[in-house]
C-alpha cells in the first residue's frame, strides 16, 4: 500500500486528504502543528469510510516523523494573511514553515514526491526545493491544475454543457498575471471559438484570473479549499496510478520557454517518477508575451526571496 502526507491539516489539507483516503489511492498520515486538529479530523474522515466505500488508514499526528516513508507528501502548511500583517510577513511567516517542512521531509521521507500547494506558490515551490535538495522532477507546484479546472468550469457554465467535457490549461504564475490558453481550450474536440465570441472568451479568461479572489470576497477571512484541495489530490493521483498525466503544473525550470531558476506553471507529464517531462508547446506571440509576463512577476518573487532567505 502507498503512502501519502499532508502537511497541514486546515481546510486544503483535509479536503486533499479526504479526497486521497476516498479514492482509496493510499494510506494517509496528515500533519499539523495544532494539537488534535490532524487527529480529530482522520477520525472523522475515517467515520465516513463505510458509506463512501474506503478501507485505506487515515491517521492525524503532530509528529513529522510520522510521514516515514512516504511515496508523496503535499505541503498545505501555512498561515493565511490576518489583518496588520503586511505580504513580506506572511512570505518571512510561510517561508520558515516551508523550511522546516521540507527539512521533515528530507529527513523522513527521501524518496517522496513534494507537491506544494502553499502559498505564494511559486517561491514556496523553490523554498521546497532548495531545502530538501531533491532532484527538480520530484518537487512540484499545484497551480495549473485548480486554474485550469477553474477556466474549464467556467466554459461549461457558459455553454451549459458537461465540465468533464471542457478541456483548457492554464500556464504561468499563480497569480492575476496567469495565462489561461485560449488557443488549447476546447468542448468536445471543438475549439471554443468555434462555440463563443470573443468578448465571452475574455471574459472568461479574467474571470479564471480573478477566480480565487472572488471566493476570497465572499468569505472575507480564509481563501479557496475544495478546488485546491480536489486539485492536489488529481495530482496525488496521477503520480500513485503512475499516469504520465498531461496537466499543468509548477515546475523548476532550466531554460524551457526562455526561463531559467524559477518555478513556473507549465504543460507537464506527471507521472510515478513525478514531473517526467516538461512540454515545450508551440505558443502564440500573444499568449508567449502574457506568459513572459507572469514570468517576470514570479522573478520578482523570488527576488523577495533572496532578501528573507537563508538556506538551511
Ligand atoms: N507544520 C504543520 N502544519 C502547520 C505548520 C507547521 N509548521 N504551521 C501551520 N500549520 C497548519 C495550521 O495549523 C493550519 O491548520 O497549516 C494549516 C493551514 O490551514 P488553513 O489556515 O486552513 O489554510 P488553508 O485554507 O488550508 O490554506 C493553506 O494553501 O491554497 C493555499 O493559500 C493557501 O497558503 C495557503 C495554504
Redesign the pocket.
Known amino acids: 500500500m502507498k503512502k501519502v502526507s499532508v502537511?497541514?491539516?486546515?481546510?486544503?489539507?483535509?479536503t486533499a486528504v479526504y479526497h486521497i483516503a476516498r479514492l482509496n489511492l493510499a494510506e494517509v498520515v496528515v500533519?499539523?502543528?495544532?494539537e488534535g486538529?490532524p487527529q480529530a479530523k482522520a477520525m472523522d474522515f475515517a467515520h465516513t469510510a463505510p458509506g463512501r466505500g474506503f478501507g485505506v488508514s487515515v491517521k492525524g499526528t503532530n509528529d513529522?516523523a510520522d510521514i516515514e516513508a512516504s511515496d508523496v507528501v503535499v505541503m498545505?502548511?501555512?498561515?493565511?494573511r490576518k489583518p496588520g500583517m503586511d505580504r513580506m510577513d506572511l512570505l518571512k511567516t510561510?517561508v520558515n514553515?516551508a523550511k522546516?517542512?521540507a527539512q521533515a521531509i528530507a529527513k523522513y521521507a527521501p524518496d517522496s514526491i513534494v507537491i506544494a500547494?502553499?502559498?505564494p506558490?511559486d517561491v514556496?515551490a523553490m523554498v521546497m526545493l532548495r531545502e530538501t535538495k531533491f532532484p527538480w522532477q520530484r518537487v512540484v507546484g499545484m497551480a495549473g491544475v485548480l486554474d485550469s479546472t477553474r477556466f474549464r468550469y467556467f466554459i461549461a457554465e457558459q455553454l451549459d454543457v458537461w465540465p468533464g467535457d471542457v478541456e483548457a490549461m492554464v500556464l504561468g504564475g499563480h497569480g492575476d498575471s496567469m495565462v489561461p490558453l485560449t488557443s488549447f481550450a476546447s468542448v468536445g474536440g471543438f475549439p471554443i471559438q468555434e462555440l463563443m465570441d470573443a468578448e465571452t472568451i475574455e471574459r472568461l479568461v479574467e474571470r479564471t484570473r480573478k477566480g480565487g479572489g472572488e471566493i476570497v470576497n465572499y468569505l472575507k477571512s480564509?481563501?479557496?479549499?475544495y478546488a485546491?484541495?480536489a486539485s492536489a489530490a488529481r495530482m496525488v493521483e496521477a503520480v500513485l496510478r503512475g499516469e504520465s498525466a498531461l496537466i499543468p503544473a509548477s515546475a523548476h525550470l532550466d531554460g524551457q520557454y526562455g526561463y531559467k531558476n524559477i518555478f513556473l506553471g507549465v504543460p507537464v507529464r506527471l507521472g510515478s517518477g513525478g514531473i517526467e517531462e516538461v512540454l515545450d508547446l508551440e505558443l502564440s506571440s500573444e499568449e508567449k508575451a502574457a506568459l513572459d509576463k507572469s514570468a517576470a512577476a514570479v522573478e520578482e518573487g523570488v527576488k523577495t526571496l533572496e532578501s528573507i532567505y537563508t538556506p538551511g
Request: a negative charge.
Open positions: 502537511i497541514g491539516a486546515g481546510n486544503v489539507g483535509a500533519v499539523d502543528v495544532v486538529l513529522y498545505t502548511a501555512g498561515i493565511a510561510n514553515i522546516s517542512a500547494v502553499t502559498n506558490l514556496i480564509g481563501s479557496a479549499y485546491p484541495g
